[in-house]
């Protein structure tokens, strides 16, 4: 989606702030005990009271309202009778629709202490976003994002994961410019449109390079196994830079 209208604008930083409360509401929500399909249900239940719609359900007939992947997952992870525990990287990601506009959010959380590898990654997972997110511009190239984050993570020591990318979202959850890397890569020669709407979500690891798919048909592990963080805002690329509407409020 490129946006053109101010009441486009307007229509899309109202989804982005539901998925926001609905993320941190959630992450607010985890105590011991708690399975992913609790969970789920609670952000099933602040959706629709903001009259907005699961977009993995609606647009793929995912088992879930949101996706909730729990230590080895990395991403698509369906809510189920998981219990967490303290110790647990979490990571959720709630994208949904409101009159026509898609937002799409996610970051991994830390339930309960975590060891201090855990704890860096996840503090770098989210620095990466931001590197990323500071790439974006109307005119600037689209590899740049990911040429940003791979120096990024190349200086801390980090792996990305190079089949799980960026994507185009506004009108569906999914559309042009339907992948963007967000590791390094010569060969995208695309600038950024003003008004773009896209997301942002660089999947950092210490060792995975790629996302393989688990036995259900949804959710992906790393290979080579190891741990890995996701953080995702949904933007709109300005002459200014970007404006994250994935903000709670």
Same mark, same amino acid.
Request: hydrophobic fraction near 40%; charged fraction near 20%.
């Given at each position: 989606?490129?946006?053109?209208?101010?009441?486009?604008?307007?229509?899309?930083?109202?989804?982005?702030?539901?998925?926001?409360?609905?993320?941190?509401?959630?992450?607010?929500?985890?105590?011991?005990?708690?399975?992913?399909?609790?969970?789920?249900?609670?952000? =099933?239940?602040?959706?629709?009271?903001? /009259?907005?719609?699961?977009?993995?359900?609606?647009?793929?007939?995912?088992?879930?309202?949101?996706?909730?992947?729990?230590?080895?997952?990395?991403?698509?992870?369906?809510?189920?009778?998981?219990?967490?525990?303290?110790?647990?990287?979490?990571?959720?990601?709630?994208?949904?629709?409101?009159?026509?506009?898609?937002?799409?959010?996610?970051?991994? $959380?830390?339930?309960?202490?975590?060891?201090?590898?855990?704890?860096?990654?996840?503090?770098?997972?989210?620095?990466?976003?931001?590197?990323?997110?500071?790439?974006?511009?109307?005119?600037?190239?689209?590899? /740049?994002?990911?040429?940003?984050?791979?120096? $990024?993570?190349?200086?801390?020591?980090?792996?990305?994961? =190079?089949?799980?990318?960026?994507?185009?979202?506004?009108?569906?959850?999914?559309?042009?410019?339907?992948?963007?890397?967000? #590791?390094?890569?010569?060969?995208?020669?695309?600038?950024?449109?003003?008004?773009?709407? @896209?997301?942002?979500?660089? $999947?950092?690891?210490?060792?995975?390079? #790629?996302?393989?798919?688990?036995?259900?048909? #949804?959710? @992906?592990?790393?290979?080579?196994?190891?741990?890995?963080?996701?953080?995702?805002?949904?933007?709109?690329?300005?002459?200014?830079?970007?404006?994250?509407?994935?903000?709670?409020?």
């Amino acid at each position: 989606m490129t946006i053109t209208k101010e009441d486009e604008l307007t229509g899309l930083q109202e989804i982005g702030r539901i998925v926001a409360n609905t993320l941190q509401s959630m992450a607010k929500a985890m105590e011991p005990g708690i399975t992913t399909r609790e969970l789920d249900a609670i952000g =099933r239940d602040l959706l629709a009271q903001e /009259g907005a719609v699961s977009a993995p359900e609606a647009t793929y007939d995912f088992p879930g309202a949101t996706c909730i992947s729990v230590n080895e997952e990395i991403a698509h992870g369906i809510p189920g009778d998981r219990v967490l525990v303290r110790g647990d990287l979490v990571n959720i990601d709630v994208s949904a629709s409101k009159h026509g506009y898609f937002a799409d959010t996610g970051a991994t $959380f830390r339930f309960g202490p975590v060891r201090p590898a855990q704890d860096r990654l996840c503090r770098d997972g989210k620095r990466a976003m931001q590197v990323g997110i500071a790439q974006v511009g109307s005119g600037k190239p689209l590899a /740049g994002i990911g040429n940003a984050i791979g120096r $990024f993570a190349a200086q801390r020591g980090y792996t990305l994961i =190079r089949n799980l990318a960026s994507h185009g979202v506004g009108k569906a959850l999914h559309e042009y410019p339907e992948e963007i890397a967000t #590791w390094p890569t010569r060969r995208d020669k695309r600038r950024i449109d003003k008004g773009l709407v @896209l997301t942002v979500e660089p $999947f950092l690891s210490t060792g995975g390079l #790629w996302a393989t798919e688990g036995t259900d048909g #949804w959710t @992906l592990y790393a290979e080579p196994p190891a741990p890995v963080v996701q953080f995702e805002h949904t933007v709109v690329a300005t002459e200014r830079g970007a404006i994250i509407v994935t903000l709670p409020g």
